[in-house]
């Protein structure tokens, strides 16, 4: 048996088409998926014990990929559901007592019933060197393959069908969660100088008495991992600052779920991969002739104008406010706070401006997307608390 090579790269911020397909390539190439009991689930050292893999013929030669694969991304999550273990409860024993958490996991997966699908990403890593790879989920057995390797050739079919290239991506994002890949529509924009006066770009110093422009977007959001539906909604992109509203009200969404899986390894067949990726293809044509379009795009505008105006005398205290009920962080208040004012514009509509400002500077990829989609929420609770 050969070495096992090194594992590929599972994340990337602000990568452009090429970077991502090649990752997602490499990724393809190192993914095992594997059905088996829940009650054979072991825990050593609070990594996971996966044997009885089939061998990977690479230009080295045979791999044997069984072995200790590390939990990565929503695997404790998944794991705290599948075997009713607390999840703060999974996260303190594998920091401090990773042996208890194995007796845990041990003993309740061996009384457990049903099955389970593991989504492997074999190869090595200097810093885990007794480790095989990553286990990168643990989902149930009805789960429907939708990849991101998939997912990224269909929306880019869509597009095409749709008269839209590569060239109208505006960012793609992975994480150990999810895909996330933002398509802008150069043309399709309309004026919002009501929205942006007295703005300013809390990063470039744009006025949006300059650059009052909104353009029409879409954001497809895919999880191979379990972490969500696949999804497709529109955005509302200002192009003075490039915060992206997105109307979660409208997506489109398809939930991962399909029939039964055999026990053993995996592999998809090519009929349910071509399910999948002719459903993708179709929902990007759908959601392109539906939001990106001006008709649309000034009904988002009128919208929001709706909640946009209020002044606000405390806005310290409304954004505390809102903070507590979309669950931001405190040093997330205060980075409101300052793109707030930055921003220029004491209203509800300069909180939801300061929210999707800020949500560019969160390192996170999968915080950042989250935060950014609560960017209309925060500005009409502003509105509420300010009024």
């Given at each position: 048996m050969s070495a096992l090579p090194t594992a590929p790269e599972r994340t990337l911020r602000g990568g452009d088409i090429q970077q991502v397909f090649a990752l997602l390539?490499?990724?393809?190439?190192?993914?095992?998926?594997?059905?088996?009991?829940?009650?054979?689930?072991?825990?050593?050292q609070g990594n996971f014990e996966i044997n009885g893999l089939d061998p990977v013929l690479v230009d080295s030669g045979v791999l044997d990929i069984s072995g200790s694969y590390r939990p990565v991304g929503p695997v404790d999550t998944q794991v705290s559901k599948i075997l009713d273990i607390p999840v703060r409860y999974i996260r303190k024993l594998?920091?401090?007592?990773?042996?208890?958490?194995?007796?845990?996991?041990?003993?309740?997966?061996?009384?457990?019933?049903?099955?389970?699908?593991?989504?492997?990403?074999?190869?090595?890593d200097p810093n885990y060197p007794d480790t095989s790879g990553v286990i990168r989920a643990v989902l149930s057995d009805r789960y429907r393959a939708l990849d991101n390797l998939d997912t990224l050739l269909s929306v880019l079919d869509g597009m095409h069908e749709a008269g839209l290239g590569p060239e109208s991506i505006q960012s793609i994002d992975l994480s150990d969660n999810s895909l996330y890949l933002r398509v802008n529509a150069p043309g399709v924009e309309v004026a919002a100088r009501k929205l942006m006066a007295g703005y300013r770009s809390p990063f470039s110093?744009?006025?949006?008495?300059?650059m009052p422009l909104v353009r029409a977007g879409i954001e497809v959001t895919n999880?191979?991992?379990?972490?969500?539906?696949?999804?497709?909604?529109?955005?509302?992109?200002?192009?003075?600052?490039n915060n992206g509203f997105t109307i979660e009200a409208d997506k489109f969404r398809r939930v991962h779920l399909g029939g039964r899986l055999e026990e053993g390894q995996i592999k998809w067949s090519d009929a349910t991969k071509e399910a999948a990726n002719t459903y993708v293809k179709s929902q990007v044509c759908d959601a392109v002739s539906t939001f990106l379009s001006k008709d649309y795009l000034e009904k988002v505008v009128a919208?929001?104008?709706?909640?946009?105006?209020?002044?606000?005398?405390?806005?310290?205290?409304?954004?505390?406010?809102?903070?507590?009920?979309?669950?931001?962080?405190?040093?997330?208040?205060?980075?409101?706070?300052?793109?707030f004012i930055r921003g220029g514009q004491l209203t509800s509509g300069g909180v939801g401006q300061a929210v999707?400002?800020?949500?560019?500077?969160?390192?996170?990829?999968?915080?950042?997307?989250?935060?950014?989609?609560?960017?209309?929420?925060?500005?009409?609770?502003?509105?509420?608390?300010?009024?």
């Open positions: 390539q490499q990724q393809e190439r190192h993914k095992v998926d594997v059905v088996v009991s829940t009650s054979l689930l072991r825990s050593y594998r920091a401090e007592l990773p042996s208890l958490l194995d007796t845990n996991v041990n003993e309740l997966a061996s009384r457990a019933e049903g099955k389970i699908l593991l989504r492997l990403l074999w190869g090595s110093g744009q006025t949006g008495e300059d999880s191979e991992v379990g972490s969500g539906a696949f999804n497709i909604k529109p955005v509302a992109l200002f192009l003075a600052c919208d929001m104008e709706k909640d946009a105006f209020v002044e606000l005398e405390k806005p310290e205290k409304v954004i505390e406010a809102v903070g507590r009920q979309l669950v931001y962080s405190k040093a997330e208040q205060e980075g409101i706070l300052a793109h999707t400002s800020f949500s560019q500077t969160i390192e996170d990829v999968d915080r950042m997307h989250e935060f950014n989609a609560t960017g209309l929420a925060a500005m009409k609770l502003a509105a509420k608390l300010g009024a």
